[in-house]
């Protein structure tokens, strides 16, 4: 089975998304094209490198990842693919795979070369269709692409660790569908700097800009909240809590909380993409 897993910026109002899968079918009929998001903030390359590096591993090894997010090839940005821990993907170089190579050091990264070998009016995202059924189909990254040791990497959200080791600064990269303000500190770095100290997460209150109360703990999952009083778990609804996502990520959530009549960490604590949340070791 050879999968091809898509992600844009597209949304689904307009027939990019239906075209570009109808692409894939074009030309190779055996593929399985599964959808991980096509709700990507236009052009926001943090968030695209945030679902992608969250939805790959959940899928067998040998998948290719199509990246349909600031796609343009220019003269800023190549098109780009690379084989990494044992998964493929394609897009622009435009820091959404160097996020990811942080991590894991890639096995193969190629530049695309192809581009004077198809049609005059071929898009960049017909040149990346070609690319993924090549590659799903068995081809070599050798074939497509001329091999580069580097790509553009992302530096402008970085969490930054202090100089004294008392604190972690983070920013928000990600609000998810129940409000949830996802961040990129992860819990490998917090566990590097925490070494068991206590900490807390200072935040602010939306409607006036006072400080709230800190947030003290980092659970290991949504209700482990009530696992500390005599109350029911209905009684903890509303509340404020921080958790480390399945992805691994430092998360805000408030407990419960429907985003459509009541709020949500976002928008009860004012809390958007590029914002900062500090973790301070006490």
Aim: proline residues 3%.
């Amino acid at each position: 089975m050879s999968i091809i897993t898509l992600t844009t910026d597209y949304g689904l109002k307009d027939h990019f998304v239906g075209a570009l899968k109808g692409k894939i079918v074009s030309e190779y009929a055996d593929a399985t094209i599964i959808d991980i998001s096509h709700d990507i903030d236009p052009f926001n390359t943090a968030e695209a490198s945030y679902i992608i590096g969250a939805a790959y591993k959940s899928f067998p090894k040998g998948t290719v990842h199509l990246i349909g997010v600031d796609a343009e090839r220019n003269d800023e940005n190549q098109h780009i693919a690379i084989q990494w821990n044992d998964h493929y993907f394609i897009g622009a170089d435009n820091g959404i795979l160097g996020m990811l190579t942080q991590k894991i050091v890639p096995q193969k990264m190629v530049a695309i070369n192809i581009h004077d070998r198809l049609p005059v009016d071929t898009t960049d995202l017909d040149v990346f269709v070609t690319v993924a059924c090549h590659i799903a189909k068995g081809g070599l990254l050798n074939v497509i692409g001329k091999e580069i040791t580097a790509i553009k990497q992302m530096t402008e959200l970085q969490p930054v660790v202090s100089a004294d080791k008392n604190a972690i600064k983070g920013y928000v990269v990600y609000i998810d569908h129940f409000g949830n303000v996802v961040t990129n500190i992860s819990r490998q770095l917090f566990l590097d700097v925490a070494k068991g100290r206590p900490y807390e997460i200072p935040l602010m209150q939306h409607k006036n800009q006072r400080r709230s109360s800190p947030i003290k703990n980092i659970w290991a999952k949504y209700s482990d909240i009530a696992s500390t009083g005599n109350y029911g778990i209905k009684n903890y609804e509303g509340d404020k809590l921080a958790i480390f996502n399945e992805a691994g990520f430092l998360e805000i959530a408030i407990f419960r909380s429907n985003p459509m009549n009541v709020g949500s960490a976002s928008s009860l604590l004012g809390l958007g993409y590029r914002d900062v949340i500090t973790i301070q070791f006490l």
